[in-house]
């Protein structure tokens, strides 16, 4: 008989998930509670409380919620304010959602009473990192049940077996094989792995991609769409305000039809290994073409070139699980600090899978046509002072070379 009395079950009301709620049942002899999380995954979540049901789960018991605005809101625009890319190329599309359903489970759990929360991450994952590291963040002592690491279920025919025997209902393309690869898919993007993704070689068929049309069927004709930015969020698209859900959902569209945002990569996993991922990121691809663009504008050198190098170790953080840690929190508050200019409109070209930015003008831009021009700037700008900078700059350099032709000359002979 276990200690744990109530769990709540992260539930998407698929396979996994499914013979985790009755495996939790049959093992565990607990009250399950189960959370479904609406963060646009383009799939109908009310048939999770259905399934629940059959199960016999309390309708108190069962959470759907519509989590889409708080998603893109607290999560995925704080991300982009930093130009967030893990390896120089990933937009963290999976990473960013975890630490939402983490602190939603924790909050039901409070609310509920209960002594657990539980996951469907495979032990071999990150996930199960960042659903771990973030419950502990808010909930020190919460008991986390993770059924990959202690079942005996290790491959899809073990897990239809268990569904058969207890009459779990299965869908029928995931009893035929479904789709040869793994799916998660969100507001911000849609990944793709394992099945025959397995072999970094293999070039995937064009049937995989869901949101984005090939660069080479993209429309023949290039389309300008214009940002509107306000303390580093964009507000408005081509002048329409918009919730941030609104503006990802939309961008979504705009840029998957003109190809933009695929992405095959093979990355660094948190927990040792490497994996090859298949990615679909339209939005937050022109997102992030157009943050810096308004950047460029609006911000220092200096703090421009500072984001820059604390930028990779903000996308290792997000990554790795540490979105409720104080270095993560600490290093949010300078980056916010630096968008409360970064204010303004940017206008980017789309065409066949590329992004051009095309015009950018803020009320907060730095950039001084009076100093920048190369016709007479009426003495804004002393030339001659660009000579002594350079010299002090080359200073060391001319000392080491002095020193490097002293040492390689001959020596002279002595006269006997």
């Known amino acids: ?68 605005e708080e998603f893109v809101r607290d999560f995925v625009f704080p991300m982009f304010r930093a130009n967030t890319v893990y390896e120089g190329e990933y937009l963290l599309g999976t990473s960013i959602a975890r630490p939402l359903i983490a602190k939603r489970l924790v909050e039901i759990a409070k609310q509920v009473g209960a002594d657990a929360i539980s996951h469907g991450a495979t032990g071999k994952g990150n996930d199960q990192v960042r659903f771990e590291l973030g419950a502990y963040a808010l909930m020190p002592n919460v008991k986390v049940i993770a059924p990959w690491r202690e079942w005996d279920l290790l491959s899809r025919e073990k897990l ?29 993007h849609i990944s793709y792995e394992g099945g025959i993704l397995e072999d970094p070689n293999f070039t995937p068929e064009e049937s995989m991609w869901r949101i984005t049309v090939s660069p080479e069927k993209a429309p023949n004709r290039p389309q300008i769409v214009e940002l509107t930015y306000e303390k580093g969020d964009i507000v408005a698209i081509d002048g329409k305000r918009m919730t941030p859900g609104k503006v990802l959902a939309a961008l979504n569209t705009i840029g998957g039809q003109h190809g933009i945002g695929r992405l095959d990569m093979v ?32 911000l220092d050198r200096e703090v ?67 100093i920048a021009t190369f016709d007479d700037d009426q003495g804004a700008y002393d030339q ?30 002595r006269r006997t």
């Open 1 to 68: 008989m276990s200690d744990i009395k109530k769990v709540v079950l992260a539930y998407s009301g698929g396979l996994d998930t499914s013979v985790i709620l009755k495996w939790l049942q049959d093992v565990y002899e607990c009250e399950v509670v189960t959370f479904t999380a609406d963060i646009g995954q383009g799939e109908e979540v009310s048939p999770a409380r259905k399934k629940a049901l059959q199960f016999g789960i309390k309708r108190a018991n069962i959470f759907i919620e519509d989590l889409r």
């Open 160 to 188: 239809l077996a268990y569904a058969d025997e207890h009459k779990i209902p299965v869908d029928f393309k995931k009893r035929r094989g479904g789709a040869p690869y793994s799916m998660d898919a969100n507001l911000l």
């Open 267 to 298: 990355e660094n996993r948190y927990v040792g290994m490497k994996s090859r991922g298949c990615y679909e990121t339209p939005g937050g691809t022109i997102m992030l073409k157009a943050h810096r663009a308004m950047e460029s504008i609006t």
């Open 304 to 370: 421009l070139a500072l984001k820059d190098d604390l930028m990779p170790r903000y996308a290792r953080m997000i990554y790795n699980g540490y979105w409720f840690s104080p270095e993560r929190e600490l290093l949010q508050g300078l980056i916010d600090a630096s968008q409360a200019t970064v204010n303004g409109t940017v206008r980017l070209k789309l065409y066949k899978g590329t992004i051009m930015c095309v015009g950018r003008e803020s009320k907060d831009s730095l950039f001084d046509t009076k």
């Open 384 to 413: 001659k002072d660009a000579a002594g900078f350079i010299k002090l700059n080359a200073l060391r350099m001319r000392i080491a070379a002095s020193k490097s032709r002293s040492r390689r000359a001959p020596a002279r002979r």
